[in-house]
């Protein structure tokens, strides 16, 4: 499986990704995690995307592009990967699709979260996520609390709002979806390559991406 995961930020494309990463063993490669990761080892790529993530911006698409040319060439994306927040601009489709041939991939589809925008937001305001780097499970205030209140029920490490998802960034970064992201679903779409979902849970999401590729 080698797929691209589109959808609004809180569409669910982390839970998705982990969900078909049990289901077929291709690796979760999610932009936003990698960028976090940068960040806390104070990286010099961690320091300039800092400052465009925690005002909800898009870090450049030079920098993303030269990550993602060394993240796709690891071993572990033999066994098929999904690719979750990225691309996320035209230009980086466009550079994604040069790339591929170059390193002998094939994408089989993209796959578009179709999530109203109330549910989005509700989400987004709600969520949790645990603070230990190696855990990073999710959970939600309303939905998926942890069993005790802002401990992690997998590690035992306080869950945290992510600094990027305080009400101002959330407006920011649906504002930059919708201007930057929203039109590579006809990009896909174009290319023959695009596949639809819209279900009530981030699980059946999983399931009709899954049947689509066996
Ligand atoms: P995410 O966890 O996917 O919501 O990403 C968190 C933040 O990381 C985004 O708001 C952007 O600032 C940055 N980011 C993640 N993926 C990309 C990408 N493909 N291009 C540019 N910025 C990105």
């Not at 030079?62 to 927040?85: H, N, S, V």
Request: hydrophobic share 40%; aromatic share 4%.
């Amino acid at each position: 499986m080698k797929i691209v995961l589109l959808g609004a930020p809180g569409a669910g494309k982390g839970t998705v990704a982990k969900a078909l990463n049990k289901l077929t063993g291709a690796v979760q490669i999610s932009t936003g995690d990698i960028l976090r990761s940068e960040v806390r080892a104070e990286s010099d790529l961690g320091k300039i995307a800092k400052g465009y993530m925690d005002a909800g911006d898009l870090v450049p698409d030079e920098l993303i592009m030269r990550m993602m040319e060394k993240r796709l060439q690891q071993p572990d994306c033999a066994a098929g990967f999904i690719l979750d927040g990225f691309p996320r601009t035209i230009a980086q489709a466009t550079a994604l699709d040069e790339m591929m041939p170059e390193l002998g991939i094939e994408l089989d589809f993209a796959a578009n979260l179709d999530v109203a925008k109330e549910v989005i937001l509700d989400r987004l305001t709600t969520r949790r996520t645990c603070s230990n780097p190696d855990c990073q499970a999710i959970y939600n205030v309303k939905s998926m609390p942890t069993k005790v209140e802002g401990i992690c029920d997998k590690c035992g490490s306080p869950v945290v709002q992510r600094d990027d998802e305080t009400e101002q960034a959330i407006s920011k970064r649906l504002d930059v979806y919708t201007e930057k992201t929203v039109p590579l679903i006809s990009y896909y779409e174009k290319e023959g390559k695009l596949l639809n979902v819209r279900t009530a849970s981030s699980k059946a999401s999983a399931q009709v991406i899954f049947e689509k590729i066996r």
